[in-house]
């Protein structure tokens, strides 16, 4: 190409942000592009400037997709009209699955198009199988983020390439931890903070009655600060916000125990070696559908992943193979089994159960030695669809 190539990123939450930054200094380093799209606080902080802010896409199931439908559609309108002026090389999108492929669908068939990739593979081992087929049909590229996913795509002709997690390169410098000190993360989407926290808070109630002393320290993002703040300000223990990375590794290295939303952080507290139980609740009809859809009996990833390295493909594919393992190696409360008295019991139990903890930090340290840091894997595989491009 004789111009120096635009790509277009397409990110729609904090963790999609903080991949989409990591990809934008990996191609820098290794040639002379061009940006352009969505994207949030850390991508800015690489000179990116975002088309709308990616708040508007952070949005959780079914009822905020309905509720945000007509705003949506608008982003969506205008985020392919601008990708078509624009003419990138690659578009990369990150996440923010249902947003992104319904972008990828109308570029797909353009005479001229850009190279697609997508980067974080599709769950198709847990829930809706049968996107493999799809997604193979409209994208040029994937990237996954964990070993086991590749073959999933391949079979369809898709290239997939496992390019590592970036979990794998955290060093978190453990300080002398608080013993009781819970770090509660309610979730980076106002809508889970808006169902999980009143069910933390009242936990916290609990726990306070066995831990006089306890205290609560709760990293988020600057756009939730108030929504959390108000949404603790009756709590009956002493509550810290901070904010930002490194209130978030403050928090882990400091804390006694976590009690966190199911998702990305799992993996972040198990860099950290932080003992932790997970918790997600969902509308009624959105958990019946659930549990009608998602093949793994699990929701925690460290629990996905060590039954894959232990259990191997029947896992997902003969699902009374989990049964080989008792217990998940991490407590989950999903649903009907996220209530107050649930999380309080198990956030006791780390506090004063030793053997549990130790446990738990073994399991942690086996599942971020199956992830391979990212190099510049994702980087490279940007500029081999760019090199494409006629």
């Not at 990833?301 to 997902?316: S, T, W």
Request: aromatic share 8%.
């Amino acid at each position: 190409m004789s111009q120096v190539p635009l790509i277009f990123i397409i990110a729609g939450e904090a963790s999609s942000d903080q991949l989409g930054a990591d990809l934008m200094i990996s191609l820098k380093k290794l040639a002379e592009v061009r940006f352009a799209g969505i994207g949030g606080e850390a991508m800015e902080a690489q000179g990116f400037q975002s088309l709308f802010p990616i708040q508007e896409l952070s949005l959780m199931g079914l009822s905020g997709i309905i509720a945000n439908f007509p705003k949506l559609l608008e982003r969506l309108k205008s985020t392919v009209k601008t990708i078509k002026a624009m003419k990138p090389a690659v578009v990369v999108t990150i996440d923010t699955q249902e947003f992104s492929i319904r972008v990828m669908k109308r570029l797909q068939g353009l005479p001229q198009r850009p190279r697609l990739i997508h980067y974080g593979a599709p769950t198709v081992w847990a829930w809706r199988p049968w996107r493999a087929r799809s997604i193979s049909r409209i994208l040029d590229r994937l990237l996954c983020l964990y070993p086991f996913e590749p073959p999933y795509f391949e079979k369809y002709g898709l290239k997939a390439t496992f390019v590592g997690h970036p979990i794998a390169k955290q060093k978190f410098i453990e300080k002398e931890r608080e013993p009781h000190l819970l770090c509660v993360l309610p979730g980076s989407r106002w809508s889970e903070v808006k169902v999980l926290l009143p069910i933390f808070g009242q936990a916290a109630g609990l726990v306070k009655k066995e831990v006089p002393d306890l205290k609560i320290i709760i990293p988020t993002l600057p756009h939730l600060k108030s929504m959390v703040e108000e949404g603790t300000k009756d709590w009956p223990c002493e509550v810290e916000i901070l904010l930002g990375d490194q209130g978030r590794n403050t928090a882990f290295q400091t804390a006694s125990v976590a009690l966190g939303k199911s998702g990305t952080v799992a993996l972040q507290l198990a860099a950290a070696r932080l003992p932790f139980a997970i918790a997600y609740k969902i509308g009624k009809f959105q958990g019946w559908l659930a549990r009608k859809l998602i093949l793994t009996p699990w929701a925690c990833m460290v629990n996905i992943l060590l039954a894959f390295e232990k259990l191997g493909p029947n896992f997902v594919l003969s699902p009374p193979a989990y049964k080989l393992v008792p217990e998940p190696w991490i407590p989950e409360f999903i649903q009907e089994n996220c209530t107050a008295e649930n999380l309080a019991h198990a956030i006791l139990k780390l506090m004063s159960d030793q053997k549990v903890r130790q446990q738990q930090i073994q399991a942690m340290t086996e599942v971020t030695s199956l992830l391979k840091a990212p190099t510049d894997a994702a980087a490279k595989a940007v500029l081999e669809e760019i090199s494409k491009v006629a």
